[in-house]
C-alpha cells in the first residue's frame, strides 16, 4: 500500500499540469481552473480569487494543455508563453528588456565591488586588435562587445563597440572597419 501511495506522490509530481484557459473574444486570456459552467456563464479560479464570464465574451476554451492548433490561434492573438503562463508580445518584450537591464546593473556593481587595482586591468586580446580589422575580426579578436552604439550620417556608419562597463574599452568602427579604440 505504501509503495502505491509514493508511486502516487512522485507521478503527480513529474506529471506537468496545465491551467485550463479561457480566451475571450477582445483577445485577452485568462488562466486558471474552471471551477462552473453553465449555460451563459464561465466561472475560473485565477490568482487572487474567481471570475466569471458571460458565454458571449468567450472565443473559446481550452482545457488542461492546449492543442498545436489552439496554441497557433493563441500566437496569432500576440501571445507567448512566459513562465508557463500565456501574456502579451509587448509585455513579454518589456520582460526581457527589465531583465536585461538588471544583468547589466549586475554586472556593473560586481565590477564596482571588486578593487581598482582588479578593474583597471585591461583584457589581453585589446594587444592584437590592430586598425583596419573588420567587424569579425573584432569579434574573433575581443569577443561580443557590451553595448554598440550606432551614428548614421551622409558620410556612412559609425559605431562604437563598448567593452565592459566599469573602465570601459571603446573601439571605432567606420563602414564596417576599425579606425581606432580608447582604453
Request: proline share 3%; aromatic share 8%; glycine share 8%.
Amino acid at each position: 500500500m505504501k509503495i502505491i501511495l509514493i508511486f502516487f506522490i512522485v507521478s503527480t509530481l513529474i506529471t506537468p499540469v496545465y491551467a485550463d484557459s479561457v480566451v475571450l473574444k477582445s483577445g485577452k486570456i485568462f488562466e486558471g481552473k474552471i471551477i462552473d459552467e453553465k449555460e451563459d456563464a464561465c466561472i475560473v479560479k485565477i490568482e487572487g480569487g474567481t471570475v466569471s464570464f458571460n458565454k458571449a465574451q468567450i472565443e473559446s476554451i481550452i482545457y488542461g494543455e492546449p492543442s498545436e492548433e489552439q496554441i497557433k490561434t493563441i500566437e496569432e492573438k500576440g501571445y507567448v508563453t512566459y513562465e508557463g503562463k500565456w501574456i502579451k508580445q509587448d509585455k513579454y518584450d518589456k520582460l526581457i528588456t527589465q531583465e536585461r537591464q538588471a544583468q547589466r546593473h549586475m554586472k556593473t556593481k560586481q565590477i564596482q565591488e571588486k578593487p581598482l587595482t582588479q578593474r583597471s586591468k585591461r583584457p589581453e586580446p585589446i594587444s592584437r586588435l590592430k586598425i583596419g580589422m573588420t567587424k569579425k575580426e573584432v569579434i574573433e579578436c575581443m569577443g561580443n562587445p557590451y553595448d554598440i552604439n550606432k551614428t548614421t550620417n551622409s558620410s556612412g556608419v559609425r559605431e562604437q563597440w563598448v567593452y565592459g562597463s566599469v573602465g570601459s574599452i571603446y573601439v571605432y568602427i567606420e563602414n564596417g572597419i576599425v579606425t581606432s579604440w580608447q582604453d
